[in-house]
């Protein structure tokens, strides 16, 4: 199995950028659908966004409402989320997750995915 490593949170002002980073090893990046979800104190685990294997299907949840947008390099084995005008309703945890699949699509359910990251923590101050 391989290892998924997230990057990049941090403490941001309202109105501000983050990219988060999600490094891969030990699989062939490039068979993985891979997807960023969040966890707010207190609350479950949401999608925030899913991009397919060649990168070009994307899905956000409605409440990025154009404010991110999520990319990957497949050779370098990174997937990247890119976050603007961010919201304190926006300070969670959030996890990559991959999963392996024949199927150039992206993945929205949390149960498909089968390697997670530890997470990195966002924290967007008011």
């Known amino acids: 199995q391989g290892q998924l490593v997230e990057s990049g949170g941090g403490l941001v002002q309202a109105g501000g950028s983050l990219r988060l980073s999600c490094a891969a090893s030990g699989r062939t990046f490039n068979m993985y659908a891979m997807g960023w979800f969040r966890q707010a104190p207190g609350k479950g685990r949401e999608f925030v966004a899913g991009i397919s294997r060649s990168g070009g299907s994307k899905k956000y949840a409605d409440f990025v409402n154009g404010r991110f947008v999520v990319s990957r390099d497949n050779a370098k084995n990174l997937v990247y989320l890119q976050m603007n005008s961010l919201k304190p309703e926006d300070t969670a945890d959030y996890y990559c997750?991959?999963?392996?699949?024949?199927?150039?699509?992206?993945?929205?359910?949390?149960?498909?995915?089968?390697?997670w990251g530890q997470g990195t923590q966002v924290t967007v101050s008011s």
């Open positions: 997750a991959a999963k392996w699949t024949i199927s150039d699509d992206y993945v929205t359910s949390q149960d498909s995915y089968g390697d």
